[in-house]
C-alpha cells in the first residue's frame, strides 16, 4: 500500500526551507558606507563623499541600491569634519544613524583632509571656513541634480552635523557669521602656564591662518535654507561669532560638548552658542571627556596640539560615551517628524 507520510513529511521539509530563505531574504540588511567623488566646477575643488546607509538586499539599476521607505523620501544628513580631519573620522556616527533609516553624508574637505593625499594638504584652510559650506551646498546640489540612488532622498530638508570646526560649518549654514574685529583681537594674550586645563583655548594656534579680509569678504553667502536642523558637536570658533548672527539663527539646534574640554574652553564656545541662539538645546558632558571623544575608536599616536586623538582621560570609555551622544541625538531628531518620516 502507498504511503503519502514520506510525501508530507518531504513537502514540509521544503516548506520550512522556503519559509526560512524568505524570512531571511527580508532580512533588512546590515547598514553600509560606500565612497564617491566628484568635482564642484564653480571651484574646481573635488568633493569626496562617505554614504552610510542601508541597502536593498536585491540589486537595482542605480549606483546604490538604498531599502525602501515606501512612499516618502529618505531623510538625509550631511556631516562636517574637525580641522585636518576626515569623514572617515565618524563611522561611530554615520553607522548608527544608516541603521535608523538615514542616509548620512560625509564629507572631506580638500586642502584640509588627508584622504586626498598629503601632497594636498594646505593648512591654510582651516581659516577659509566659506569653503566648507560651499562644499555642503553643493554636495547637496549635486546629490539633487544626479541622485546615486534607487530612490528619492530629501535634500530639501536637511540635518546638518559637525564637530569642532565642522560644526561651525553647520552654523554658518544656518546663519552664523564671524565677526572680523573679534578675531583680530582673539588670543592676543598668552595662556598663563598655571591656567586651568580646561579654560586654555588650543584653537588658538590656529589663528594665524585666518586672513580676516579674505574672511570679510566671503562670509556674506554661507547660509542654505535647506538646513532644517544642526548637531554641532564641541563646535569651534564660540566667541569669534558675532552674536547677532547667532540671535537670529532660527533653526532648531542640538550643541553636545565636553565640560571638563582639553581643547576649547567649554564657557566661550559651547555654552557661549547655546546663550545665544534662541533655538538650542545644550548637552554637556561631564564625566570626563575630551574634545575628540567625537572621534572613532583608534589607536594610532596622533595628536592636535598636544592632545591625543585617541587616548582619552583615565576611566573615560569612548564607546559608551557614544551611545551617551546617539541617545541625545536621536531624542533631538525626534521631536520633529518631519525630519524622520
Not at 503519502?4 to 514540509?12: E, Q, S, Y
Not at 515606501?70 to 569623514?87: F, K, Q, R, W, Y
Not at 557669521?177 to 583681537?185: A, G
Request: glycine share 6%.
Amino acid at each position: 500500500m502507498f504511503s503519502i507520510r514520506p510525501l508530507l513529511t518531504l513537502l514540509t521539509i521544503q516548506l520550512c526551507l522556503f519559509s526560512v530563505i524568505t524570512s531571511a531574504s527580508n532580512q533588512p540588511a546590515a547598514p553600509t558606507m560606500q565612497v564617491i567623488e566628484r568635482i564642484n566646477p564653480k571651484s574646481e575643488r573635488p568633493v569626496r563623499m562617505n554614504l552610510w546607509f542601508t541597502p536593498e538586499n536585491q540589486n537595482c539599476a542605480s549606483d546604490f541600491c538604498l531599502a525602501n521607505k515606501g512612499n516618502s523620501s529618505t531623510s538625509i544628513a550631511v556631516l562636517s569634519h574637525g580641522a585636518m580631519g576626515s569623514a572617515n573620522d565618524y563611522n561611530w556616527l554615520g553607522y548608527a544613524l544608516a541603521a535608523q533609516g538615514w542616509v548620512v553624508v560625509g564629507i572631506s574637505h580638500f586642502g584640509e583632509s588627508w584622504v586626498y593625499g598629503e601632497q594636498h594638504i594646505d593648512p591654510s584652510s582651516v581659516g577659509k571656513f566659506w569653503q566648507r559650506t560651499e562644499d555642503i551646498s553643493f554636495l547637496l546640489h549635486s546629490l539633487t541634480s544626479d541622485n546615486p540612488f534607487n530612490h528619492p532622498i530629501n535634500t530639501e530638508s536637511v540635518v546638518a552635523i559637525g564637530h569642532s570646526s565642522g560644526g561651525y560649518t553647520a552654523l554658518a549654514l544656518a546663519g552664523a557669521s564671524m565677526d572680523s574685529e573679534r578675531v583680530n583681537n582673539h588670543c592676543q594674550t598668552p595662556a598663563a602656564n598655571d591656567q586651568p586645563a580646561q579654560t586654555i583655548d588650543r584653537s588658538c594656534a590656529y589663528r594665524q591662518l585666518v586672513d580676516t579680509e579674505l574672511l570679510a569678504r566671503n562670509t556674506e553667502s554661507l547660509v542654505d535654507k535647506r538646513i532644517k536642523k544642526i548637531i554641532a558637536l564641541d563646535p569651534a570658533i564660540g566667541t569669534l561669532t558675532a552674536p547677532e548672527s547667532l540671535k537670529k539663527l532660527a533653526v532648531p539646534t542640538l550643541i553636545v560638548a565636553a565640560k571638563d574640554n582639553d581643547f576649547i574652553p567649554f564657557e566661550s564656545y559651547a555654552n557661549y552658542f547655546a546663550t545665544h541662539i534662541p533655538s538650542s538645546t545644550l548637552h554637556a558632558l561631564d564625566q570626563g571627556e575630551g574634545h575628540f571623544i567625537f572621534l572613532d575608536e583608534c589607536q594610532h599616536d596622533f595628536k592636535a596640539m598636544g592632545v591625543s586623538l585617541c587616548q582619552d582621560r583615565a576611566g573615560v570609555d569612548r564607546k559608551q560615551a557614544h551611545q551617551e551622544i546617539l541617545n541625545i541625538i536621536f531624542s533631538f531628531l525626534e521631536k520633529d517628524n518631519r525630519l524622520t518620516d
